[in-house]
């Protein structure tokens, strides 16, 4: 069972608006939103003890404390993995959290992927995944997630009978709830089913509307105890239950060398243990977050969490009614990767908050619970939150 359980809350969100050119460093939007999030908290940069970015950020714990004049910082770290990283930087500050180590940890997340002004950290030697797709993946052609995960899409299709248009409804409703998010990249911008079949096919069976953009952009949240949340905040996110997986043959999304690479067990996992953690089942959630990089992975994943049987997730969204904000199983309500922007994962856990808040511009009706997930093919992490 998770011992986190109501241990942990958020009390703050910010955000530094998205777009294709911020004009600014990663740095400068971290602080911007980091600022913006403390003022939600109605918290003071002396109050923060705790930091966790995601590990590649052009910018780290000393610039943060030093830029934000932060007194005292008892707890710092980072975690990897794209969008396998967005859930497991929450579930560490509220580890934190929990076991008394620090009282108010701030968690980040900022890109300047859209206009590439970025500058990597380096740290003397090669990442052994860089290699291995450089190696294996880029001679025959693979250079993009995009192009590696449609190896695993087209076997999916193969093995289900699903056409590549099924997937289309995944982008129509992000676009729809982006088209209501003015930090949307495509605010007052929606698609219709007609304009995904005509969008380009990219990389097969992939089309240009089944891909999210990248985005220059910032968020960040505040976690503190339970305590302190009702004290400060009228609107507290309670943390219900954290988990990350790392499953067996795992390579980094792709997983070529499983017997099957259709399955995504690292999913499985994290959709057992959170539901376990809660004390809950899939009925009692009444929105989702799911890490949307490309279209095809949302009813795969919703699969794998247990919302319907394999191969179903094609059928489970088609036309779009089941994950509209009014559906049964609403749906990426800020627009998700794909409609809003890719913060890889972070934007979801943002949107979950707001949700739960009753300030999200896709509200869903007395959400009470709220399930984010991140990392299609593992590494991957998810939360359940509530109110």
Known sequence: MDNLKGKAAIVGLGTYKFSEDSGITELDMTCRAVKAALDDAGLTPNCVDGFVEYAEEDFDEILITRSMGIGNLAFHGDVRWDGGAACSMVQRAALAVAAGMVTTVVVVRSVNDASLNRQKKVFGERRTWIALEETYYNPYGLLTDAGRLGLNIRRYMHEYLVDAEAFGWVSVVARENGARNPNSLFFERPVTYEDYLQSPVTVDPLRSLDLAPPVDGAM???????????????????????????????????SYTRPSITNQPALKNIGRRLFEGAGITTADIDVVQIEDELAPLVPMALEELGFCKRGEGPAFIEGGDRIRPEGELPLNTSGGSIGEGNLHGFNHIAEAVRQLRGTSTSPVDNAELALVVSGAFGPASGLILGR
């Open 220 to 254: 960040a949240l505040v976690v503190t105890s339970p305590e302190r949340a009702r004290r400060i905040s009228d609107h507290p996110v309670y943390i219900q239950a954290a988990a990350q997986s790392m499953a067996r043959g795992v390579q980094f999304k792709t």
